[in-house]
């Protein structure tokens, strides 16, 4: 082939992208086996997936930092989807959602617990996490790197830490303790900024069935979450419930949070912290209702139904990653890790 021809082929590929990237700016979209999202959310997953940055094409969505993203394998190709319950997850009883402070009864069945042992040979829940599957839970990276102090088991099930038995109008079934067998923290979690703080725990035994009062989250798969939405999201957890409480609250709470725009939760952070990137998300509550400590690696969770499903869902699109000093402050929002920027590394790090 001589040069002109190369040339000839190279005028009619030039075209063609000129034509693609009109039309995809258009109709908003990317064509099939694309994914428009961030260009930052782009480069981590590839990175995840040992892809370069040349499989970053066009502009999408209008906005120069939207692009079409080729991820191979696309992350709902991964065998490892079979391990995760994508149909079979999120479901409570509409009887069991309230609006308040104390949860009810299975209210968030996936809600974990993170047993510490500490150098006293006390046992400590210090983070709180999601069961996400029937083996592992999905929480902070952050939770896993506590000084002087080791990741010893995960409790399933529990409402009330004070009683043996969770009882009102009836009793819940037992609570679940499981031993840890491994810890897995993002490879590029930076403990110092924060960054990457995504870590899953596989439980040493299969939980054998689910029940009321457990059962796994769902995640984000086919869902844009970019944070610039208007939304509004719940959070739980056994954290403390003001910043000067000595201990986390007894029983399982829960709040709705409100979205807020990366760029002014940026701007309203400890500079130790600051930038923040776009696999983060920041939402906030009215004075006092906001993640505290010992809330970390719990779920930042959004009621949707999707157009294949029959019935509405809880989907976990953020982690609890550090929030705000004091507690429930209106001058700094919580910052949660965004899920949907690491399916990809979820999926590499699951196994049978």
Known sequence: MDITQYSLLFLIFFILVLQTNSAQEE?????NGLSCMSLAECTVQLRDRKQTESNILFRCNHEKQKVCCLLSPRSNENPNMRLLPNENCGHISESR??????AKFGQFPWMALLGSRLSNGSLLYICGGTLINDQYILTAAHCLHQAN???????LGEHNLDTVDDCDDYCTDPVKDYNVEKAISH?????????????????????PYYTDYIKPICLPFG????????TKYHIAGWGKTDFYESKGSSVLQFATVNSIPLED?????AVEVRPLVDTQLCAAGNTGEDACKGDSGGPLMDIMQLP??????????????????PCGAQTSPSVYTRVSAYLGWILDHIAE
């Open 187 to 207: 490879e590029e979690f930076d403990i110092h900024k924060l960054k990457n703080d995504i870590g899953l725990v596989r439980l040493k035994t299969k939980v």
């Open 223 to 230: 869902i844009q979450v970019t944070g610039e939405e208007e």
């Open 308 to 325: 294949t499903r029959p019935t509405a869902q809880i989907f976990q699109v953020g982690i609890i990653s550090f929030g705000s000093i």
């Open 149 to 155: 102090a080791t990741l010893e088991s995960i409790r």
């Open 27 to 31: 109709d908003s979209s990317c064509a």
């Open 265 to 269: 939760c940026d701007s309203r952070q």
């Open 97 to 102: 959602i309230t609006s308040g402070h104390n």
